[in-house]
């Protein structure tokens, strides 16, 4: 269990302890120490400061107003990106020519861009309010999606797919870090969970949906298919003009706190994980400063390693079960409970994690639930209602680490510039594996997949590899830290050239 980060940070930091945990570890904050006495002095035990704001109401007040509706902004997003899946059952195939692997090229098309724009796009946000700047992604990607109902050939297809992965690569990024500007880090996972677990509420959304509307065929000359693209697009377009007014900003620029409020979030997140260094410029030169800490790189490969099993599922889950023997409509009904289970799961780790203020163990046994579920689908192939659980575990497991893996690395990130970069990176080059996943589902080998499931398991493997080599490193920097500062190796460090450095604050300790 990580003990707490001792630097500070404006209203723009990342989510870190309690000062109730840190308490416990008396060794750090016992009364007379030099450490405590510093954190005095720079404006600490925020809420001496603030005797007359309510903690617990502040934080009820961000919780209404911060994430139910970037919730509802990353549901659309996922949901106009994977309902191809849907369509696919209702003919989309069929109707546009698709021979061999067009399909899957038609897939792939999306993640170039998505990977690519990862971090201009959180540069950009720099320069944008988040309410316009998410608003007018939304507002885009559902125009988007609603023309891909009107496409007449594979051509007109990838085009499509290939704008829309352009304008998503803004919205995950930026949800993330917004987020983190107004949690600590030891209430960030229940909330991380929640947010990504948008994710499991649209393919479940998605599967109803998509059985309501198939029922739609003809309607007007258009195919089914069709009016899932259309109306889905549409919904989107719809909400987006709403959530232009419901999308909360940074903590300074909202009108919903009075200004005591808006100071005591401050003091909270400044005292938690440095200085954000937000107003500063990003250049080059800071993005790739940020690239030479080997956290960085192992951080990718945690997110990356689940990505393929998670598109893998999202994209191909329909096309397996319907190959059980179910007709189009059944199939997308029985598509919904695995993806109940899996937002129940994830809510349910993300609050165990939070309280016992633990990542790693939660990790190791929601991979273990999704390894369980791909080897059943691997090797059982003539039991449908095995493979039909089997799915349950795939999604269970695989939605529910993914959210806690990026919540970890991403708020033991501290500052502005390291936040910002190491999102994008981890979860642009994380998307790299959809390109892969795409891939592993051919219809040639249906209906078995045994190289999809194969290739899931050995990227499930990697990414429970890359997430002990960091579980590893963070605890040994933490140890290093503890006997460096008992050394008092440190002290020549003043307190704002400590706080400045974030992470890399030799004070600071991360969450494990």
């Known amino acids: 269990m990580g003990s707490e980060g001792k630097s500070e940070s404006d209203s723009h930091a990342f989510c870190g302890h309690s000062l109730s945990f840190a308490r416990t570890h008396s060794g750090f904050f016992s009364p007379g120490s030099p450490r405590l006495a510093r954190r005095r002095e720079a404006g600490g035990d925020y809420k001496a400061r603030f005797p007359n704001v309510d903690e617990a109401k502040v934080i009820r007040k961000i919780d209404l107003r911060v994430v139910p509706v970037l919730c509802v902004l990353y549901l659309l997003a996922f949901l106009d990106r994977v309902n191809i899946s849907n369509a696919a059952v209702f003919g989309l195939k069929q109707d546009l020519n698709l021979a061999g692997n067009q399909f899957n090229i038609a897939l792939v098309v999306f993640f170039v861009p998505y990977v690519l ?3 201009p796009s959180n540069a950009l ?8 700047w998410l608003s007018l992604c939304m507002f885009l990607f559902g125009i988007i999606t609603l023309l891909q109902g009107l496409t007449q050939s594979l051509s007109g297809l990838i085009a499509t797919r290939f704008f829309l992965g352009v304008v998503e690569s803004g919205v995950f990024p930026a949800c993330f870090y917004l987020i983190a500007m107004w949690y600590k880090r030891a209430e960030a996972q229940k909330r991380y969970s929640f947010f990504f677990s948008s994710t499991t509420l649209a393919g479940g959304f998605g599967g109803l949906l998509a059985s309501a509307i198939g029922k739609m065929e003809g309607l007007h000359g258009y195919r089914g298919w069709r009016w899932i693209f259309i109306l889905e697009g549409a919904l989107t377009v719809l909400c987006s003009f709403i959530l232009y007014f419901t999308i909360t900003d940074f903590p300074e620029e909202v009108t919903w706190l009075s200004q005591e409020e808006k100071d005591f979030v401050k003091a909270r997140l400044y005292e938690d994980v440095g200085h954000s260094k937000r107003h500063e410029p990003l ?4 993005v790739l400063a940020v690239f030479k800490d080997w956290k960085i790189i192992v951080g990718g490969f945690m997110y990356f390693g689940l990505i393929v099993p ?5 994209y191909f889950a329909p096309s397996i079960i319907q190959s059980l023997g179910y007709g189009a409509i059944h199939t997308q009904l029985l598509s919904v409970p695995p993806w109940a289970c899996a937002f ?5 780790s993300a609050t165990a994690s939070d309280w016992l203020r633990m990542r790693f163990v939660f990790i190791l046994a929601t991979t273990a639930v999704s390894l369980a579920g791909f080897v059943t689908l691997l090797v059982v192939h003539d039991n449908k209602h095995v493979q039909y659980a089997a799915l349950f575990l795939a999604a269970m497991g695989t939605y529910s680490a993914m959210p806690i893996i990026v919540c970890w690395f991403n ?3 501290g500052g502005h510039h390291r936040r910002a970069v190491g999102t994008a990176f981890q979860v642009g080059f994380g998307n790299i594996g ?3 996943a795409v891939f592993s589902f051919l219809a040639k080998d249906a209906p078995r997949y045994i190289p999809g499931y194969s290739i899931a398991i050995a990227f499930i493997l990697l990414s429970l590899t890359a997430n002990t080599v960091y579980f590893l490193g963070v605890s040994w920097e933490n140890r290093k830290r503890d006997r460096a500062q008992a050394a008092g190796a440190h002290a020549h460090l003043s307190e704002d050239e400590k706080k400045r450095l974030g992470d890399l604050n030799p004070d600071y300790r991360y969450f494990t």
């Not at 250049?283 to 800071?286: D, N, P, R």
């Not at 129940?344 to 349910?348: D, E, G, N, P, Y």
């Open 117 to 119: 724009f990862e971090i």
């Open 125 to 132: 946000l720099k320069h944008f309010k988040p309410h316009v």
């Open 283 to 286: 250049t080059v030169k800071s």
């Open 310 to 314: 998670a598109y893998g599922y999202a």
């Open 344 to 348: 129940a799961l994830a809510m349910l």
């Open 411 to 413: 708020t033991n990130l």
């Open 434 to 436: 959809g390109i892969i």
